[in-house]
């Protein structure tokens, strides 16, 4: 079956510009996360749906990340007025219902010039 | 402040030698702890979890809570096995991840 799928998986934005990351996981699963992943860094967590509800948002780095899931399967991270240290690979996983491993997507790489 | 420290972030060793990835754990608790591994140009996998107690591609780790650390072993290590492998942790069942920075790994012949 289809794994999480991301897109888009490069995006080069300009300083000030607001840019949208979706993520499809895998059909079912009930929790979602997001994570950042800087260069040279392991992923750091950004925050997490079960279905439709945000439990968690406390990774979120600042108030111009935000985070959506409405109908509970493809969530969306949007960066509003892009930084140059927002530069960094992000990284949707899925869960099943239970303690499940997470499964990851290939990731969007955000370059801000 | 849970924490996972990877100290070594290269490597490099011969093909057939044995191969130990350290990773130690900061956490007040009884947390879960993994192993994921990248290989180039595919996403994020999970190698093992220690509750499993199981090998994979003939890698095992042993959660040692006194010393909390959970060290990835390997006796005898392959080209194939040449990736980046991340630590992780996970306060509870089914919550986010904290990931260690990683080490790379280098299998040469």
């Known amino acids: 079956g289809a794994g999480v799928s991301q897109s888009p998986r490069y995006k080069v934005a300009k300083r000030g510009q607001d840019v949208a990351l979706r993520c499809d996981p895998i059909?079912?699963?009930?929790?979602l996360f997001w994570y950042q992943q800087a260069l040279g860094q392991g992923p750091e967590f950004l925050t997490y749906?079960?279905?439709?509800?945000?439990?968690?948002k406390s990774g979120l780095p600042s108030d111009r990340f935000f985070a959506e899931r409405p109908e509970g399967s493809v969530s969306t991270l949007k960066i509003q007025r892009t930084q140059q240290e927002d530069s960094a690979v992000y990284l949707c996983?899925?869960?099943?219902?239970?303690?499940?491993?997470?499964?990851f997507g290939p990731g969007t790489r955000l370059t801000v010039t | 402040a849970q924490r996972v420290t990877q100290p070594e972030k290269l490597l490099s060793v011969f093909k057939g030698a044995p191969v130990e990835l350290k990773c130690n754990y900061s956490?007040?608790?009884?947390?879960?702890l993994f192993w994921y591994v990248q290989y180039s140009r595919q996403r994020l996998q999970l190698l093992l979890r220690?509750?499993s107690r199981e090998s994979i591609k003939g890698f095992t780790a042993d959660l040692n809570k006194g010393e909390t650390s959970f060290h990835l072993k390997k006796p005898f290590a392959q080209e194939e096995d040449s990736a980046m492998y991340y630590c992780?942790?996970?306060?509870?069942?089914?919550?986010?991840?904290?990931f260690g920075k990683g080490t790379t790994l280098s299998v040469s012949s």
């Open positions: 956490y007040s608790g009884s947390p879960e």
């Open positions: 059909s079912g699963h009930v929790s």
């Open positions: 220690h509750i």
């Open positions: 992780a942790l996970a306060p509870r069942a089914g919550t986010a991840l904290i």
């Open positions: 996983a899925s869960r099943g219902g239970g303690p499940y491993e997470q499964y």
């Open positions: 749906f079960q279905n439709e509800a945000q439990l968690d």
